[in-house]
């Protein structure tokens, strides 16, 4: 977890990874779909700053067929 993003951000990221991982998608295959650089995704799991933007998300969930809303929690945080 990075100490430098808030706890959603933080949230979000590792609910992304785990979906991620359950739809057996690498970080570069994603990254790819994305249309982004072949770390883009590793540099945002791996905590260097970087973190999803609200298109990020929504593309992210067009790819794994699902709501956008799959990535935040029930409650706020």
């Excluded at 072949?38 to 794994?64: C, P, R, T």
Aim: contains cysteine; positive net charge.
């Amino acid at each position: 977890m990075n100490d430098k993003l808030s706890e959603i951000e933080n949230y979000i990221i590792d609910r992304v990874r785990t979906i991620r991982k359950e739809k057996g998608f690498t970080q570069e295959q994603l990254s790819l779909k994305l249309d982004k650089g072949v770390g883009f995704i590793g540099d945002i799991e791996s905590s260097k700053k970087a973190k999803y933007n609200v298109q990020h998300l929504n593309d992210i969930a067009k790819i794994f067929n699902c709501s956008p809303k799959d990535f935040w929690p029930d409650k706020g945080l």
